[in-house]
């Protein structure tokens, strides 16, 4: 069962295993926090894993810590674990087997993982039905194909839209203008997005032109936008019917809304925890560069 990538975001040192053989190896514990400490055969065991030693030792404090803020209750992993199972079928054991699961109960320790992951996540996220009704809509209208100008201010975006209307060319206009890398593409934005993919301004807009329409100037987090729709490309597959879909498509959206500030409310409970790196190498594992940005 994979994880969930609550971590992604932060940057750590890429260092060799063979740092492990320090003179802090003598330790029993190589971390240690008022959440809990990992001990160095936990860790040693983890590292079987192939993955890089920063990578593993992250991922096992952070489990920690979100262990002991959260609380996941055995009949809800039971409820999750059944519904996979049925989910599955007859290929279950596949499952287990391409997961390097010993047997199930490590598999129900991995869903607890994700269930915690998830509380974390989304504890402080309300998704509307209005904004789940919107979401639904732009779903089953499909995906946009579309070219645009950023411009840093309000002003600038009308002169380019006024251009625009005069006649002038989008992709001459959008190499003149445009501060982000579609400049030199006339624009383009490339693949066809769908929803959720673009900041809500933008993907409102985008989802509410017609082909060949220019937008007024939009104003998001990143500047001023000047949007054309290209294409709509309608959905590959058909989308179920909205009070079929609706649940898990909330539970969607307040993960990917729960991800926007991930990264400063999980440094809030490191720190909190006390979490103190016993191996010297690491003592910076979870010092994030002055200039770090969080992709959303």
């Known amino acids: 069962m994979k994880k969930l990538a609550i971590a992604a975001s932060i940057t750590?040192?890429?260092?060799?295993?063979?740092?492990?053989?320090?003179?802090?190896?003598?330790?029993?514990?190589?971390?240690?926090s008022d959440a809990g400490n990992v001990t160095k055969e936990e860790y040693y065991q983890e590292l079987k894993s192939g993955q890089e030693g920063p990578t593993i030792l992250q991922q096992m404090v952070i489990e920690k810590v979100l262990a002991d803020k959260y609380?996941?209750?055995?009949?809800?992993?039971?409820?999750?674990?059944?519904?996979?199972?049925?989910?599955?079928?007859?290929?279950?054991?596949?499952?287990?087997?391409?997961?390097?699961?010993?047997?199930?109960?490590?598999?129900?320790?991995?869903l607890r993982s994700n269930l915690i992951q998830e509380k974390f996540l989304t504890e402080d996220v309300e998704i509307?039905?209005?904004?789940?009704?919107?979401?639904?809509?732009?779903?089953?209208?499909?995906?946009?194909?579309?070219?645009?100008?950023?411009?840093?201010d309000e002003e600038t975006a009308k002169e380019v839209k006024q251009k625009l209307d005069d006649g002038g060319d989008f992709a001459e206009l959008a190499a003149e203008y445009s501060t982000d890398g579609s400049a030199q593409n006339g624009g383009n934005l490339g693949e066809p997005f769908g929803p959720g993919q673009m900041v809500k301004p933008f993907e409102d807009a985008a989802y509410n032109l017609e082909v060949g329409v220019i937008s007024e100037p939009v104003e998001t987090e990143h500047g001023w936008h000047v949007i054309e729709v290209l294409d709509i490309v309608e959905p590959e597959q058909e989308v179920g019917a909205y009070e079929d879909i609706k649940e898990d498509l909330?539970?969607?959206?307040?993960?990917?809304?729960?991800?926007?500030?991930?990264?400063?409310?999980?440094?809030?409970?490191?720190?909190?925890?006390?979490?103190?790196?016993?191996?010297?190498?690491?003592?910076?594992?979870?010092?994030?560069?002055?200039q770090a940005a969080v992709p959303q």
């Open 12 to 32: 750590a040192a890429v260092l060799t295993l063979s740092a492990c053989s320090s003179d802090d190896s003598k330790t029993e514990n190589v971390v240690e």
């Open 71 to 110: 609380e996941v209750e055995d009949d809800v992993v039971e409820e999750e674990f059944t519904s996979l199972k049925e989910q599955y079928g007859e290929q279950f054991e596949m499952v287990l087997q391409q997961g390097n699961y010993a047997d199930e109960d490590e598999l129900k320790e991995d």
């Open 128 to 152: 509307t039905d209005e904004e789940l009704q919107k979401r639904y809509d732009y779903m089953k209208k499909g995906k946009i194909e579309a070219r645009h100008i950023l411009v840093e």
């Open 250 to 290: 909330r539970k969607s959206m307040a993960l990917q809304e729960g991800q926007k500030n991930a990264q400063e409310k999980l440094m809030t409970l490191l720190e909190d925890s006390n979490v103190d790196i016993k191996i010297e190498e690491y003592k910076d594992l979870f010092e994030q560069p002055e």
